[in-house]
């Protein structure tokens, strides 16, 4: 049966619907909280010693932008109608740079890291979990259950604390921080890119741990599931060889659930992914977050958020979009 | 058919658990035990110690551990095996209320939608695949950094608003599972109403399910609570592991290798995370019955 315009036109309607309800959280929570939101920040910063030499054309522009001034619903509809075109206006922190710039420059870092990752700890963590409810494995593979709890149960930001102590100081094998300067052009580009790994590589560590234990125990359920099945059998008693088994029956089946868990897990790797990206100052949009809070610069703040669930949303909708392709059973009648 | 004889079994495991399946389930007892032994920890202790420790500058800057001092000390000058042992209830706590606002709206909400259907179904479910799709974090940070957070129970009602879907989801489908069972007919030929066969026939039978997504809601509430406070989000006056380790962190104890400082948060946490985890896997085995032939 595969994909049909109904199932379609529902997912579309469902990430309208994602979006759109965060645009508006994102429009409703700093005109709900008391004050003027705009106000309110630069008094803050004022507060804290920050001198903030354009505070009325800050304002000024703010409003005119925003339309502060306007009824709540007009503001309303200009407000999405400036998301459309992905415009949120001036950073405070780092006036006079669009907020869409900045967040612009950091995304691909974060992306790169992102998807480098779930992908690598999705392949791994699924076949490693497979290989622990397989009759046919080693003992010791059976072993490695009670690691991959651990794995998944500590969370990516206290394995970055672990990893910093363990790899960049005690044994300083990678570095702590950062990248080195980005942009270096020419007969270089290759070193940047390999630089950029060698830096990226404890970040990228510390999320891969977590997930591999996170799919090697959803897998290990599944396949748990999938061991006992007739069709097993079957393959078995024609003689096929035992990976052809392991990998065609067994894990082509069981591996299903975990892609609609993939989907759904998305919002929570990127959330895991941010807070590492804070430990280890990596260039990406968490660390971006983070100094925008500390900054008050409430403007990046609405900026990062919504990006980021558009990313997240999109990457979602990506997947439940082909997951036809892998289970052709489903005709997404009905849920 | 095959269906109903997990949650079933499961109900007369709970009231009637013989030996080998308690001794069998190494999760769920060495989970609980790391759980509660924290809590007793942290109950017995902070009344054991008295609060004169949390007091800035009293215990000296940034000390190394000594014997006076087991825990050394931070760098606001309190003494970190005091805090620590004051911040172990407030963090339990937030996930507690976290967990218990996801879980009892999820339950009320799964069972509703599951078992009546309806247009209501469709909005619910529609508003949970919603709330599962967005990243917690970002709808939080905007929330947090506006509403000024400086109660552990305020911290943990905001974190609540993204911990009742999953519940919701689940309870859903095991009603769904359930509605169609001989029992539920039996009792709706006996002219019981639907909302009273909702709650007295088919939510005893998820009880396991219930517990379960309630453990692993109380770890997604923690887990949420401490990266909000990483941010530098959160109450700052309670102590809390999520604190102490933001300040750890924001004074550069890692990189000034301080291990002491960033070394108690972390292992606390990290014990905690382990004991809730192993919990809410134990509690899935009993439930899924299906998990526990991989064992043998």
Request: no cysteine.
């Amino acid at each position: 049966m595969g994909l049909t315009l109904g199932y379609v036109v529902r997912r579309l309607a469902l990430f309208v619907l994602i979006v759109w309800i965060t645009a508006t959280i994102n429009f409703l929570v700093p005109r709900l909280a008391p004050g003027d939101p705009m106000g309110a920040v630069l008094g803050r910063m004022e507060s804290q010693g920050q001198k903030i030499d354009n505070a009325g054309e800050i304002i000024a522009q703010y409003r005119r932008f925003f339309g502060l001034d306007e009824p709540l619903p007009v503001q309303y509809v200009k407000y999405l109608s400036a998301l459309t075109r992905l415009e949120f206006g001036y950073s405070l922190a780092a006036f006079p740079a669009k907020a869409t710039d900045i967040v612009a420059r950091a995304l691909p870092w974060t992306l790169g890291l992102l998807a480098t990752t779930t992908l690598l700890a999705f392949a791994l963590g699924s076949t490693l979990g497979a290989l622990l409810a397989w009759p046919r494995s080693p003992r010791f593979v059976r072993g490695l259950v009670p690691v991959a709890m651990v794995l998944a149960a500590i969370p990516p930001y206290l394995k970055a604390i672990l990893l910093l102590f363990l790899l960049a100081f005690t044994f300083p094998v990678f570095p702590a921080f950062g990248t080195s300067q980005i942009g270096k052009i020419g007969a270089e580009a290759f070193d940047n890119f390999l630089d950029a790994i060698y830096h990226s590589a404890l970040p990228a560590l510390a999320i891969l741990l977590s997930g591999i234990g996170a799919w090697a125990l959803g897998m290990r359920g599944m396949m748990i599931s999938t061991v006992g099945s007739d069709y097993l059998m079957l393959a078995e008693a024609k003689g096929l060889p035992p990976a052809r088994i392991f990998f065609r029956y067994g894990m082509r089946n069981a591996i299903l659930p975990q892609v609609t868990a993939l989907a759904i897990a998305l919002g929570h790797i990127v959330t895991g992914t941010a807070l590492v990206e804070i430990m280890f100052s990596y260039p990406g949009v968490g660390l971006l977050l983070y100094r925008s809070i500390t900054d008050n610069d409430f403007v990046m703040i609405q900026a990062i958020t919504f990006m980021l669930v558009l990313a997240v949303a999109t990457m979602a909708l990506l997947i439940d979009l082909l997951y036809p392709r892998l289970d052709p059973r489903i005709g997404y009648a009905r849920r | 058919m095959a269906q109903i004889a997990a949650p079933l079994q499961t109900v007369s495991l709970r009231f009637r658990p013989s030996v080998s399946t308690r001794v069998r389930n190494w999760q769920l007892a060495t989970g609980l035990a790391l759980v509660l032994g924290l809590a007793l920890i942290g109950l017995l202790g902070s009344l054991a110690v008295g609060e004169s420790g949390l007091k800035l500058g009293t215990a000296g800057f940034v000390k190394a551990p000594t014997l006076e001092r087991p825990f050394g000390t931070d760098g606001s000058g309190r003494d970190i095996g005091v805090f620590l042992l004051h911040a172990v209830l407030p963090t339990m706590k937030i996930g507690l209320i976290a967990g218990g606002i996801g879980t009892a709206v999820g339950v009320v909400f799964g069972l509703l939608t599951g078992f009546l259907r309806g247009p209501i179904d469709s909005i619910v479910r529609t508003a949970a695949d919603v709330a599962l799709a967005i990243p917690a974090l970002a709808v939080l940070v905007v929330i947090s950094a506006y509403v000024h957070v400086q109660s552990v129970e305020l911290m943990a009602v905001v974190v609540a608003l993204f911990a009742w879907p999953f519940p919701t989801r689940s309870i859903r489908a095991q009603t769904l599972a359930l509605r169609e069972q001989g029992f539920v007919e039996i009792a709706r030929l006996s002219g019981k109403g639907e909302l009273l066969i909702a709650f007295t026939e088919i939510l005893p039978n998820l009880l396991p399910y219930i517990i379960a997504g309630f453990v692993a809601s109380v770890f997604g509430g923690i887990l949420a609570s401490v990266g909000l406070q990483l941010l530098g989000l959160g109450p700052r006056l309670v102590p809390t592991l999520g604190l102490m380790l933001e300040e750890a962190f924001q004074a550069g104890a890692i990189v000034r290798n301080l291990w002491w400082w960033w070394g108690a948060p972390t292992a606390t946490l990290i014990l905690l995370f382990i004991g809730l985890f192993l919990i809410s896997l134990g509690l899935d085995e009993v439930a899924n019955p299906r998990l526990r032939r991989a064992r043998r």
